[in-house]
């Protein structure tokens, strides 16, 4: 699967931003996905992932009640609504997926395939 994310961009802090990945192929409802980030200088960490049903979701403490992941298969997306961003958001936001639906979502090395990744700035 090819994976393609969008949407990110400069924002002062307190403003909102959605992180879109597209995925390519028809198996997009198969994969558990998630959406990670890095930082200069840090290491790639974990901010939320789903399910492939949507059934389960779980976020990283430090998004939590500000971010929202969710997905439409229909439309081979996968989304991130970023509410109340904060300078400590800014960083690369990267969707990926995974074909093992056992693993913990937070784990970054259950995840297969990931996209290009997309900069998030947020000014203070």
């Known amino acids: 699967v090819q994976l393609q994310a969008s949407g990110g961009g400069l924002v002062q802090a307190g403003g909102s931003l959605r992180l879109s990945c597209v995925a390519s192929g028809r198996t997009f409802s198969s994969y558990n996905m998630g959406w990670f980030r890095q930082a200069p200088g840090k290491e790639r960490e974990f901010v939320a992932g789903?399910?492939?049903?949507?059934?389960?979701?779980v976020h990283a403490d430090s998004v939590k009640g500000r971010f929202t992941i969710s997905r439409d298969n229909a439309k081979n997306t996968l989304y991130l609504q970023m509410n109340n961003l904060k300078p400590e958001d800014t960083a690369v936001y990267y969707c990926?997926?995974?074909?093992?639906?056992?693993?913990?979502?937070?784990?970054?090395?259950?995840?297969?395939?990931w996209g290009q990744g997309t900069q998030v700035t947020v000014s203070s």
């Open positions: 789903i399910s492939r049903s949507d059934a389960n979701t």
């Open positions: 990926a997926s995974a074909r093992d639906l056992r693993s913990p979502l937070r784990d970054r090395s259950t995840y297969d395939y």
